[in-house]
């Protein structure tokens, strides 16, 4: 069994995408549904998935719950709320009352999208990352290379909230570059409080002309980092399809990680990301 531990959903009808401009992006200006995405998902194997927030609106978190609650396939959600609000943990308790609230594992926030590098250490968004913690809940980041010291001393200081670092913290791959990504993800890593998806690399690299090999100095440079045993398999679909269909980033994780154990593949694929989310036995199909 898989987990896929990071995918998106959007209709443009309930609501724009406002980041998906330019001509590049254009492919991404459409609907994208749990109908189109679950055919694809079992394909490759996957039987419970994880919902993560594209924007940064106070709806689209209950949707997400709501969504869950109907579609079996996924078993939880990443949702966003404003981490500086002064009553954020009342927020994140009304959230969990809301249809489906027993499917919010975590909370996440554009940091990618904020000019201060060092956002994640301000007063307030501390105080919104220990409300976090203390509804038991994750935090996912997505982050650029410079601001990977940030998130390592924001860990540093939340010993008791996981931090999920997604997409590798998006590494140079078109450039073939390392550092300092290299150097900066293994400072986060060093921390027991963190853990890391194996995701979103396809579209860090050139999106016509990538191979596996591309890719492999920065899956086994946080497979040497992290471990197997805190990394995860994420497919970040539908931005994915920028590069790769489903099923060909499926198969370029399979291959990046083919030489490991069966124990370590298996905590990589579902035990990790289960684990993590807490997301518990998969639901019967219905």
């Known amino acids: 069994m898989t987990v896929d531990a990071h995918h998106h959903v959007w209709d443009l009808s309930v609501r724009d995408q406002d980041w998906i401009t330019g001509p590049e992006l254009q492919p991404l200006r459409r609907d994208f549904t749990i109908d189109d995405l679950e055919p694809e998902a079992r394909a490759a194997g996957v039987d419970r998935t994880v919902l993560v927030q594209t924007i940064t609106v106070q709806e689209e978190t209950p949707e997400f ?79 650029l290379p410079h601001q990977l010291p940030a998130c390592a001393e924001a860990a540093a200081g939340h010993e008791g909230l996981t931090f999920v670092l997604d997409h590798l913290g998006k590494p140079p791959v078109a450039s073939g570059e390392r550092e300092p990504w290299a150097t900066a993800v293994r400072a986060l890593a060093a921390l027991p409080n963190t853990v890391c998806k194996l995701s979103g690399l396809v579209t860090e690299a050139d999106w016509k002309t990538w191979r596996p090999a591309d890719l492999r100095p920065y899956t086994d440079t946080v497979l040497d980092a992290f471990g197997p045993h805190r990394l995860m398999f994420g497919s970040d679909w539908p931005v994915c399809t920028l590069a790769a269909t489903y099923a060909e980033v499926a198969g370029a994780v399979h291959e990046l990680t083919a030489h490991l154990g069966a124990a370590e593949r298996a905590r990589l694929y579902e035990g990790t990301a289960t684990a993590v989310y807490d997301l518990g036995p998969g639901r019967p199909a219905t």
């Open 65 to 143: 719950l709501a969504l869950a609650a109907e579609r079996e396939l996924i078993a939880g959600v990443v949702g966003w709320t404003d981490l500086t609000r002064p009553d954020v943990a009342d927020e994140l308790a009304r959230l969990r009352e809301l249809p489906g609230g027993q499917y919010l594992k975590g909370i996440r926030h554009q940091v990618q999208g904020e000019p201060d590098p060092q956002w994640l250490l301000r007063p307030d968004v501390r105080r919104g990352l220990t409300a976090v913690a203390e509804a038991g809940l994750v935090y996912d980041l997505v982050v």
